[in-house]
Structures are given as C-alpha cells and as structure tokens.
C-alpha cells in the first residue's frame, strides 16, 4: 500500500491516493498570494514534500494550535470576532518538508523552515477558494480524517494543476 497526497491548486484540492486508485478527495483552500517558495512569500510552495510530523493526536475538535502546540482552548466564533484577520490553525496539524533540494528544501525555500502545513480552519465557507497565508487549509472533520489516513513519510505533491 502506497499512500499519496496530490494538492491541486487550480482545483483546490487535495486528493488521497493509494496504489494509484482514489481514495478520498478534498476541498481546500491554498495561499491567497498564490504559490512561491520563497520564506516570508505568503506563498504555497509547489513540488514534492513529504509529511515530516504530524500534530494533535485524539485532540477534541476545533482546538487552537499555537506556534504547533496546543493551547488547551476550542475555538469558537469569538475568537474570530477578536481577531479577525488571524490565520487560526485548528483541530490537527500535518507538517510539511520539501524533498527537492534548491527548490523546496534548504535555503531561503525550505518547506519545514516555513513552517507548511495542512491543518484545520475557522473559515470552512471558503473552503474551494485560496485565502490562507501559505498553508494548505481543510475543513476540521477532513483534516482529522485525513490525519488518520496518512503517516510520517507520506508523499505531498503540490501542484499548479
């Protein structure tokens, strides 16, 4: 059994394979600025990547990550109204690491260093449209289905198409 996550940004979409067959497919929502590797772009890197770790194991649903540690509080609509503008990474978190060296990986590109997820947002609505600031947003009932599916390891391969 193969695992791969394909990222389709034209679609905005992630797409659970295994052994080259469907499994699951998402509606996501990639950087507002569009895709770019460069550290403090904004931008969602493109290329090969692979889950490097993967964060909030059997955590109740909407908890609050901050700087990838959980702060023990459930997000609810308050905390958008006092931050509005805030990026808020919820539920879990899938970290991302480049593969391709020069590209994604080292340097003023490095994946990790950028620190890239997949993870869980407050803004479900606008799931399907690109509004993150470089992550790769999902709805909090897929991200923690999807954080059950993959493992450390698991190939990303995030794509304009």
Request: hydrophobic share 35%; aromatic share 8%.
């Amino acid at each position: 059994m193969t695992i791969l996550i394909s990222i389709s940004i034209k679609q905005q979409q992630l797409t659970l394979i295994d052994d080259d067959k469907l499994i699951k497919f998402y509606s996501i929502s990639t950087a507002l600025k569009g895709t770019g590797q460069n550290k403090n772009s904004y931008q969602t890197p493109l290329g090969l990547h692979y889950i490097r770790a993967k964060i909030g194991k059997d955590l109740p649903l909407f908890s609050i990550f901050e700087g990838r540690r959980p702060t023990g509080e459930i997000w609810c609509k308050d905390n958008s109204e006092l931050k509005p503008n805030h990026d808020w990474i919820l539920s879990r978190i899938i970290w991302l690491s480049g593969k391709e060296f020069g590209i994604n990986r080292l340097g003023n590109s490095d994946t990790m260093q950028r620190y890239i997820y997949i993870h869980g947002t407050h803004d479900e609505k606008q799931l399907g449209s690109p509004l993150s600031h470089g992550c790769i947003r999902m709805s909090n009932h897929n991200v923690i289905e999807l954080f059950d599916l993959v493992s450390i390891g698991t190939i990303v391969h995030i794509n304009e198409e």
